[in-house]
Every structure is written in structure tokens, then in C-alpha cells.
């Protein structure tokens, strides 16, 4: 298949073990469900634990990347998933107390595995070339979320919602075990080449000489923040509109099917198109698509939202996170990785409450605010074509060349500090 032929093996290996982590990482969903029904919390309690544990999360993909840099990213990667899936198993049995600590635990490793993941595919992948490799894993990581749910509520109907904690825990736990196998550890004592031979630089200073990459992270979180409207505000303006869950649920599907058709295409047809008017035309229509809601929740107005947000989020996600990747000097990859993953889901944490804040007090002020941001952070993306860096040069047209420590192959050696990892899945 053309669209997978510049993807590594290990990419393709990690794509699967992501797909089935992702069909068992159905308590997410179910959590809030789980505190208020089974354990009795109330709605206010059950939102403690969960922002905390959104916390967790956000926490362990800022912080993931630091340690992959420094210890190994595949030894993050199959620490957290052991971290993680020993927590959830041992969840359902604790007093409630713990649940305060132990839950945000689990989402501080579940973060940390998400970050050292995307450090491992940007490793494994020359730059220029990594647009397929993350499209890939997104499609896997989209397409298992589009089986977990449907199967943890099965597994709830049919038993307790304690077994859903129990499958997601022995499933992450199972991927520790498949990533072990298939990403054998390199020679003990290797170490991340600094580009050019010299001397590495502070993470700061990496990103004052790319400033581009600062306007990248920024606008990411504001659309982050309009992103997640659809988890959190949509449904209730849905809601006070005449719409129903299985409206908002057909409209959820909608986004799903459109990313698992269009994605890997989408990434495989604009892989030698300069990055950052991707990353901003995507930014620019998940702006219009909430500006779709300004005049009424109707069905086409809805559908119309949920169709550009789609093709914003295929256009500037990947792209995003490849172009993050190839900027990143090879000794901070995983720095570089981690701040791009915690800005991509920042919105989880700071949507519903703000969100919710606006829409309480004036709900006619929440998409044309939201169609603002967004739109704001796409025209600063595409103005900060013109921000010179130390990779500025390379986006004129076809992909740029591998850089030093990039896995030129299924064989070449993908360079990290302290464990490394072998680009080549055997």
C-alpha cells in the first residue's frame, strides 16, 4: 500500500499495539458513570477526582518526554503502561480515599505512555517523512476508541463497571508486555547525538531559536480549548435545543468515520506541502465550524460544524505533531514531544470549565468566541511561515533530509539518552 510504504516496521508494530490499547481504554468514558452510580460519590466529588485525574494526565504528557530524554523513551513507555495498567486493575478494590490518589496516578503514566509513544515514532522516522508514521497512529489510536466504548459497555451490562477497570489495566498491561517485545533495548550506555557535534542546549534555548514552534504551541492550546467544546458544551446546547443523546452520539460517529476514511490519505496526498500553512488552513476551518453554530443548532448547522471540525483536526494534527518532531534537535526529542502532547490535550482540562463558565453567563458569546480563537491561532500559524529557524529552509516543497540520530530505516538505530530503543521492530 502506497500510503504506508515510507512507515517503518516498528511504526507499523507501535500502530497495533496502540490500536488494541486503545479498545480497552474505555474508563475514561465510563468513569464519571462509575464514582456517581457504584461508588456513590456525588456529582461535585465525582467531578474532584476527575478534573484531578484530567491533571494527572496533562501532567504526564508535559513531563513524559524529560524523562524518555533522559532515561530512554522506550523505558518510559513501558513504565508508565505498568504503572498505569497495575493502578486500574487494583482500582475497583480500594476505599474511596485512595481513588484521590491513585486515579490521577494511573493518568500521570497513561500521559507519560502517550508522550514516550510519540517520542519512539519520531525517532523512528526521517524527518520530512513523519506525517504518515503519526497519521498511522492516530488512525490506529481513533479506530480502537471506536470499538473500546462499545465494548465497555457490554462488559458493564453483563458484569460491573469494576470489570472494565480490570480489562483496561490487564490490557495495558499486556501492551507493556507487547512493547517489550517489540522494541528490544539497545546497548546500555548509548547516547543521543547533539546535532552537528555540538554542544546540546537547554530546552529553552532550543525553542527561543525556533520561535516558530512557540506560535505553534500556543495556538495549539487555544484551539485545544476550542476543540474539546464538542465533549463538554455541544451536547448541552444540543440539549437546550430539542437534541438528544443519540443525536450528539450519531454526530460524535461523524467525526470518527471522517477521520478513520480521510486521515492516513489526507497525510500520505500533503506530505511534501510546507507544514505550517497545513497546520494553519486546519486551524482556520475548526474555527469556521463553530462559527457554523452562530445561527442556530439545526441539523445541517450541526453536521456542517462537525464536518469542518473534522477536516480542521485531520489538516492540523498530524501535521502538527510531524512538524514538531522535525524541529526538534535530536538530544530533546522527546522534550519537544512532550510539550506538543501536553498542549494537545490542555483542552481537557481547561474546555468544560471554561467552557461551561462562558456558556452559564452568556451562551450567545460561546462559538462566535470560540470561531475567534480558533481562527486567531490559525492566522498566527501562517504568519509564523515567514519566523526563521534552524530548519527554516527545508520547507519549500519535498520532505526534508533524515537528520542525525533520525532512523533512516527499519534498521537503522534510533537514537535516545540513556535506554535506547531499536528503530527496527526485529
Known amino acids: ?3 504506508l510504504r515510507g512507515v517503518p516496521r516498528t511504526v507499523r508494530l507501535l500502530a497495533f499495539g496502540a490500536f488494541l490499547n486503545a479498545v480497552v481504554s474505555f474508563t475514561f468514558v465510563y468513569l464519571f458513570v462509575y464514582l456517581t452510580g457504584p461508588r456513590g460519590l456525588s456529582v461535585a466529588q465525582a467531578g ?3 478534573g484531578v485525574g484530567g491533571i494527572g494526565l496533562v501532567a504526564g504528557n508535559f513531563t513524559g518526554g524529560w524523562f524518555g530524554d533522559r532515561y530512554g523513551h522506550r523505558r518510559m513507555l513501558l513504565t508508565g503502561a505498568c504503572v498505569s495498567g ?12 485512595a481513588l ?7 493518568q500521570y503514566a497513561s500521559g507519560v505512555v502517550r508522550a514516550a ?14 506525517r504518515q508514521g503519526f497519521a498511522l497512529t492516530r488512525l490506529a489510536s481513533n479506530g480502537g476508541f471506536t470499538l473500546g466504548p462499545p465494548l465497555g459497555a457490554l462488559i458493564a451490562s453483563a458484569w460491573s463497571y469494576g470489570w472494565l477497570f480490570l480489562a483496561d489495566g490487564a490490557g495495558t498491561l499486556l501492551f507493556a508486555g507487547y512493547a517489550a517485545a517489540i522494541l528490544p533495548a539497545r546497548a546500555a550506555g548509548a547516547r543521543a547525538p547533539s546535532a552537528h557535534g555540538a554542544r546540546a542546549q537547554g530546552l529553552w534555548s532550543e525553542l527561543r531559536a525556533r520561535p ?8 495549539i492550546v487555544c484551539v485545544d480549548l476550542v476543540y474539546r467544546q464538542q465533549y463538554s458544551t455541544l451536547p448541552v446546547f444540543l440539549a437546550d435545543h430539542g437534541y438528544g443523546t443519540q443525536f450528539y452520539g450519531w454526530l460524535i460517529a461523524v467525526n470518527g468515520g471522517v477521520i478513520l476514511c480521510l486521515e492516513l490519505p489526507a497525510a500520505h496526498a500533503l506530505r511534501r506541502r510546507a507544514p505550517l500553512p497545513v497546520v494553519g488552513t486546519g486551524l482556520l476551518l475548526v474555527g469556521l465550524g463553530y462559527a457554523a453554530l452562530i445561527p442556530g443548532a439545526g441539523v445541517l448547522f450541526a453536521v456542517t460544524m462537525m464536518v469542518s ?6 489538516l492540523y494534527k498530524t501535521t502538527a505533531t510531524a512538524y514538531v518532531a522535525d524541529e526538534a534537535p535530536a538530544h530533546a526529542q522527546g522534550r519537544f514531544q512532550s510539550l506538543y502532547a501536553g498542549a494537545s490535550i490542555s483542552g481537557q482540562v481547561l474546555a468544560p470549565p471554561l467552557g461551561g463558565a462562558l456558556y452559564a453567563a452568556a451562551p450567545a458569546l460561546l462559538w462566535p468566541l470560540c470561531a475567534v480563537l480558533a481562527g486567531g491561532a490559525g492566522a498566527a500559524v501562517l504568519a509564523a511561515r515567514r519566523l526563521r529557524g534552524p530548519s527554516s529552509h527545508r520547507y519549500g516543497g519535498g520532505p526534508a533530509p533524515a537528520s542525525p540520530g533520525a532512523a533512516g530505516g527499519e534498521h537503522a538505530p534510533a537514537p535516545e539518552t540513556g535506554s535506547p530503543v531499536r528503530a527496527s521492530g526485529g
Open 1 to 3: 500500500m502506497d500510503m
Open 48 to 50: 474532584v477526582i476527575s
Open 309 to 314: 471540525l473534522t477536516l480542521g483536526e485531520i
Open 86 to 97: 497495575a493502578a486500574l486493575v487494583t482500582l475497583p478494590v480500594l476505599p474511596l480515599p
Open 117 to 130: 509513544n510519540a517520542a519512539l515514532v519520531a525517532v523512528s522516522v526521517p524527518q520530512g517523512g513523519r
Open 212 to 219: 516558530a514552534v512557540l506560535v505553534l504551541l500556543a495556538a
Open 100 to 106: 484521590y490518589a491513585v486515579l490521577p496516578l494511573a
